[in-house]
């Protein structure tokens, strides 16, 4: 993986953090079950969905981290 991906990795999932800490609790919960991780773990989720998002715009990132 080049380093513009992980940069770009990064922001998106700062983005989708910001996003995710935005939400209401019962979204956040529901998003959290949806994804198959903890309830207290924000930056997981949004790294999971950062991966999606570059992975839809065609950026290749590694199947496992």
Do not use: C, N
Not at 32 to 48: F, K, N, P
Request: aromatic content about 10%; hydrophobic content about 50%.
């Amino acid at each position: 993986m080049t380093q513009d991906t992980l940069d770009m990795w990064d922001i998106e999932t700062d983005f989708q953090l910001h996003a995710i800490l935005q939400m209401p609790v019962m979204g956040w919960m529901a998003l959290a079950d949806e994804l198959g991780v903890d309830g207290t773990d924000h930056y997981a989720a949004a790294r999971m969905l950062a991966y999606k998002v570059l992975q839809d715009h065609g950026v290749f990132l590694p199947e496992s981290e």
